[in-house]
């Protein structure tokens, strides 16, 4: 009997080796007995060819496994091995994991166990940086494989008995699945860490800052010192790089420090809360400076800047790339050409861009940062890019914001962490940068579009937005502080508690850390709840005394079924 799609109360997940004999039975019943590509045995069981290199999934339904499927990364892939190159007919600069075994147990083929597998698995590996998955679907499903977004590509293989057809499908037609397809995403997910920082932090990295100390002037010290020098360099495209124990605003203070050295003015571009603090980094420092603003939330003002650095001959440029309180992506081309047209030096905050998006600082002057947000290591490693111009030590300055100073004594003046910087190694090494920068813009542009279609205001327009910072307006009345908090005891962890949020009530989701794609999956279905919950509280509130009871309760009970 086949089971209705409202009968289906199993649940997803990743297989251990208790349901290894599980597998290799579904696995004889599907593709020995029923789609005849391998010869019987008397144990009635078969194991794949590539266990040992398969991740499973199953679906489990009252502690039997109805359903499974794996993906395996290795290349050459099984259709490598049958059409030649799988390449040649997929789409270009596409990272793909080969999806196989695909089972389900005959009498749920009618319920969404098949997506849900399909889609499990596809999000586990997009989490580690694969955008496309290929299969081999049976041709007695093609229909099935269409309706989901599968592409066919390549001849037909196998037998007459069992033929199937080469498919791919994107990581972005899997996201964009209605959430029935993907039910069960969201029980996966007890919340996630959507923090600009803290970020959450992989396992390696966390073993990496447990390691034992070593000293700052121990030869070993001084090897990982250069090594995450060169990391860094490759991932921003940089000449040169100088490590402190700080925060980022210990690398703007730094370089505000060799801004002063000048002894010329400039122009400093702000449109957000830390454009508004390298201002007050220059005011402290008593450098001569112009400010050109722009609204929260709008692009930089390029022409007004160019105006003000004619009128001012200015010999330098200070902005934020990336600005975090509103997810405006200022463009790094237009302030290297208004910097090079006006002959003047640009100095850069790339604080919440490293590590989010493809980063080139060939043509900047100097760039701050740190090891904590989408570098997703641990914050503590004030981080300071730099064109190798930097002078001679100065005493005009304090000798820790001394860059020159620290240049001078290969990056390691002063005391500092090897846990810090272990930490930090561990998390450059470990991440694949460009399957990084493709997932993100490919989450950024899902949660987008997801928060809109639910009637939510994201700040920033798209034309000029970050994949990895999104700042949320809630509805007339709706307090972001009470979401955030309501968000937090269910372990969602979003932004909204620093100043200029809880002044302006919004609200900030950030993919700066480790996160599962299903929780990212699962977000919108979780802050649906608490904002339905907010504004059936804030109609019970604006109603009027007088038959209030009766109101009240209707309420709840439209509430409750909203949830």
């Known amino acids: 009997m086949t089971m209705p799609q409202s009968f289906i109360r199993g649940s997803v997940r990743l297989a251990t080796e208790a349901d290894h004999e599980a597998i290799h039975a579904l696995n004889y019943r599907t593709f020995v007995e029923e789609i005849p590509q391998h010869a019987p045995n008397a144990a009635r069981r078969h194991v ?40 040649d007919y997929l789409p270009a600069g596409r990272t793909p994991v080969e999806i196989r075994l695909l089972a389900v147990e005959p009498e749920f083929r009618a319920s969404r166990v098949f997506a849900q597998l399909v889609g499990f698995i596809t999000r586990h590996f997009l989490a580690q940086g694969f955008d496309l998955g290929i299969m081999s679907g049976t041709t007695r499903q093609l229909r099935l494989y269409r309706h989901l ?71 070993a010290f001084h090897a990982r010192y250069r090594d995450v020098q060169e990391r860094l360099c490759a991932l921003a495209n940089a000449r040169h790089v100088t490590m402190l124990l700080g925060s980022g605003t210990l690398a703007n203070d730094v370089v ?92 850069l905050d790339v604080i919440s861009s490293l590590g989010t998006v493809p980063l080139s600082l060939r043509d900047v002057w100097m760039a701050s940062a740190v090891s904590g947000k989408a570098l997703a290591a641990f914050p503590g490693v004030a981080i300071v890019f730099h064109d190798g111009t930097v002078g001679t030590p100065s005493t005009r300055i304090p000798r820790y914001l001394d860059l020159g100073f620290a240049v001078a004594q290969q990056g390691v003046p002063f005391t500092q962490s090897s846990n810090l910087l272990d930490a930090l190694g561990a998390s450059l090494s470990e991440i694949v940068w460009p399957a990084r920068f493709r997932r993100l813009a490919l989450d950024g542009t899902w949660l987008r579009r997801a928060m809109e279609s639910r009637g939510w205001r994201v700040l920033a327009d798209a034309s000029h937005a970050s994949p990895a910072v999104h700042t949320l307006i809630p509805p007339a009345g709706v307090s972001a502080h009470a979401l955030g908090e309501q968000l937090r005891d269910a372990g969602w962890l979003v932004s909204f508690e620093s100043g200029y949020l809880r002044e302006r009530n919004w609200l900030q ?41 009766r109101w009240m309760e209707t309420t709840r009970i439209r509430s409750s079924r909203a949830l």
């Open 149 to 219: 977004g599968f592409h066919a590509f390549g001849p037909l293989i196998g037998s007459e008995q069992a033929s199937y057809q080469p498919m791919y499908i994107t990581a972005e037609e899997v996201l964009a699945w209605p959430d029935a397809m993907n039910e069960g995403a969201e029980a996966l997910s007890s919340g996630a860490n959507f923090l600009p920082g803290p970020v959450g932090i992989s396992d390696a990295v966390q073993r990496a800052m447990q390691r034992g100390a070593t000293s700052h002037r121990a030869d």
């Open 48 to 87: 794949d060819r590539f266990h040992d290199d398969n991740v499973y999934a199953v679906y489990e339904l009252n502690g039997r496994v109805v359903g499974m499927v794996s993906g395996r990364t290795q290349r050459p892939f099984s259709l490598d091995q049958k059409l030649g190159s799988v390449d």
């Open 256 to 347: 505000a420090a060799q801004i002063s050295l000048l002894d010329a003015p400039g122009v400093i571009v702000s449109n957000g809360e830390f454009g508004e603090r390298l201002i007050d980094h220059a005011t402290r420092m008593r450098i001569p400076h112009t400010v050109v603003r722009a609204p929260w939330g709008d692009a930089l003002d390029y022409t007004a800047a160019a105006r003000a650095m004619q009128q001012t001959g200015a010999s330098w440029l200070w902005a934020v790339h990336s600005e975090t309180s509103t997810g405006v992506m200022n463009d790094l081309n237009a302030l290297a050409e208004l910097a090079r047209s006006h002959h003047a030096k640009l100095a």
């Open 509 to 549: 989701v950030c993919l700066m850390g480790h996160y599962a794609p299903e929780a990212l999956r699962a977000f919108p279905i979780a802050l649906d709840r608490v904002a339905a919950a907010a504004l059936s509280s804030l109609r019970v509130r604006e109603q009027p005394e007088h038959g209030s009871h």
